[in-house]
């Protein structure tokens, strides 16, 4: 996450007044004087301390900066918390309530869970009897690797020394597996990346995958896979981004743990990704509502898998959608409100089956104006590049081909067009 971003998301979400709460719906049923205890800390169990606790997750670089283990821990930030919830900025998910329940690890709090944790507040936030908690959660051992041990780690080739003087830069090294490492093609089913250092913003280790902010590490689903090949080269696309300042610079040497399917294992479906987008962006300053679109058209019937797009700091929606060979239109995934802080992936419960003939769109919007917090300069002419700054369109899309007799690519991406 960008020292930009970091310091907006925490002085919007926990910086902000209470008074500025809208009103809750009056005909909720929640105690008149929550506790803290028995009223907030269950919610805040189910739903906040995977992120919210000592050595919390770490979402591709975002950990909470503060935990909601207890009452001590928590009290001082509850006005934050209220206000936070209740605007829905937490916790975070940015899909469209159209898409409630189609997409696993949705996020979010219920009408009744958003008022028991504002009038907790309004009320004094009282801390209530311990006894009339839930037991403490037991967490995993937060050392090492969040999947279990890997199989095969893979080091950028060697260390990397991010400069004093760097804002903003991507570099590319590559490493070739060995025989050691992998003797023979397995198929992938767990994919966690460990930064090397702070400077580090996002990693793609193509072909094995990628992480950005917000991005948990990848499980397959079971019958799901993508195979990695003995001898393979893989390919570190760090993007490095910091503070400029002496003795700011750091050394790095980012890696990515990899566990497979037992040996002898076949998935059902292979998996392909592909990145829906167009170099052809062109902002103007100040402009507000800009929007680019890439299409796809599948040859084959297929299953989508997941989505996930990405921009940089002005992008403020996405949205993918299908036109089916008859016709018919249906959104497939809408981000009204899209976060460059949190690049949530989008997969589906049950994967999406889409015919031979079907087109995908995928829609992103950009806001190049003084009204978009996180936009670092208004004045300047916004085209496509690898800098935070500057801007991306790519609109990840994993699928695949259910009657599939090979691996990899199966559609047609044509030209982004902009309007």
């Given at each position: 996450m960008?020292?930009l971003g970091?310091?907006?998301?925490?002085?919007?979400v926990?910086?902000?007044?209470?008074?500025?709460?809208?009103?809750?719906?009056?005909e909720?049923?929640?105690?008149a004087?929550?506790?803290f205890?028995?009223?907030?800390?269950?919610?805040?169990?189910?739903?906040?301390?995977?992120c919210?606790?000592?050595?919390?997750?770490?979402m591709?670089?975002?950990?909470?900066?503060?935990?909601?283990i207890?009452?001590?821990?928590?009290?001082?930030?509850?006005?934050?918390i209220?206000?936070?919830?209740?605007?829905k900025?937490?916790?975070?998910?940015?899909?469209?309530s159209e898409?409630?329940?189609v997409?696993?690890?949705e996020?979010?709090?219920?009408?009744?869970e958003?008022?028991t944790?504002?009038?907790?507040?309004?009320?004094?936030?009282?801390?209530?009897?311990?006894a009339?908690g839930?037991e403490?959660?037991v967490?995993?051992?937060?050392e090492?690797?969040?999947?279990?041990d890997?199989?095969?780690?893979?080091?950028m080739?060697?260390?990397?020394?991010?400069p004093?003087?760097l804002?903003d830069a991507?570099?590319?090294?590559?490493?070739?597996?060995t025989e050691?490492?992998l003797?023979?093609?397995r198929?992938?089913h767990?994919?966690?990346f460990?930064?090397?250092s702070?400077?580090?913003?996002?990693?793609?280790?193509?072909p094995?995958?990628?992480?950005?902010?917000?991005?948990?590490p990848?499980?397959?689903?079971?019958?799901?896979?993508?195979?990695?090949?003995?001898?393979?080269?893989?390919?570190?696309?760090?993007h490095?981004?910091?503070?400029?300042?002496?003795?700011t610079?750091v050394w790095?040497?980012?890696e990515?743990?990899?566990?497979?399917?037992?040996e002898?294992?076949?998935?059902?479906?292979v998996?392909?990704t592909?990145p829906l987008?167009?170099?052809?962006?062109?902002?103007?300053?100040?402009?507000?509502?800009?929007?680019?679109?890439?299409?796809?058209?599948f040859?084959t019937?297929?299953?989508?898998?997941?989505?996930?797009?990405?921009m940089?700091y002005?992008?403020?929606?996405?949205?993918?959608?299908?036109?089916?060979?008859?016709?018919?239109?249906?959104?497939?995934?809408?981000?009204?409100?899209?976060?460059?802080n949190?690049?949530?992936?989008?997969?589906?419960?049950?994967?999406?089956?889409?015919?031979k003939?079907?087109?995908v769109?995928?829609?992103?919007?950009?806001?190049?104006s003084?009204?978009?917090?996180?936009?670092p300069?208004?004045?300047r002419?916004?085209?496509?590049?690898?800098?935070t700054?500057?801007?991306m369109?790519?609109?990840w899309?994993?699928?695949?081909?259910?009657?599939?007799g090979?691996e990899g690519y199966?559609?047609v991406?044509?030209?982004?067009?902009?309007?």
């Open positions: 960008t020292n970091r310091s907006l998301t925490i002085a919007t926990f910086g902000m007044a209470l008074s500025a709460i809208p009103a809750m719906a009056n909720i049923t929640v105690p004087k929550p506790t205890y028995k009223d907030v800390l269950p919610i805040l169990q189910e739903n906040c301390q995977d919210h606790r000592p050595g919390g997750k770490n591709g670089g975002m950990v909470a900066p503060m935990a909601f207890d009452y001590k821990d928590t009290r001082p930030w509850a006005k934050g209220a206000k936070a919830v209740s605007t900025t937490m916790p975070p998910w940015d899909a469209s898409h409630t329940g997409f696993e690890g996020r979010g709090l219920d009408d009744s958003i008022e944790i504002v009038r907790w507040v309004s009320s004094g936030a009282g801390r209530g009897n311990e009339d839930p403490p959660l967490f995993p051992d937060v090492g690797w969040s999947i279990g890997p199989d095969l780690i893979v080091r080739p060697e260390p990397f020394f991010v004093d003087d804002l991507t570099h590319y090294f590559k490493t070739k597996l050691e490492q003797p023979k093609d198929w992938i767990k994919v966690e460990h930064a090397g702070a400077a580090v913003h996002h990693i793609i280790a193509r094995i995958g990628g992480i950005a902010p917000g991005n948990a990848s499980v397959y689903r079971d019958g799901y896979s993508a195979k990695l090949h003995a001898g393979q080269e893989i390919i570190f696309n760090m490095y981004h910091k503070e400029p300042g002496a003795g610079g790095d040497q980012s990515v743990g990899v566990i497979f399917y037992p002898g294992y076949e998935p059902e479906h998996l392909s592909t987008g167009t170099l052809d962006i062109d902002i103007p300053p100040h402009a507000k509502g800009y929007q680019a679109t890439a299409r796809m058209t040859e019937d297929s299953l989508i898998n997941s989505l996930m797009p990405h940089h002005r992008g403020v929606a996405a949205k993918y959608v299908l036109t089916y060979p008859d016709g018919k239109e249906e959104t497939l995934l809408n981000v009204p409100e899209y976060d460059f949190w690049q949530t992936k989008y997969r589906f419960i049950e994967p999406k089956f889409v015919p003939g079907t087109e769109a995928f829609t992103g919007t950009w806001d190049n003084e009204d978009n917090p996180f936009n300069d208004p004045n002419n916004v085209t496509w590049g690898e800098a700054h500057e801007e369109m790519f609109g899309m994993s699928f695949t081909n259910p009657d599939e090979s199966s559609g991406i044509r030209r982004g067009v902009q309007r």
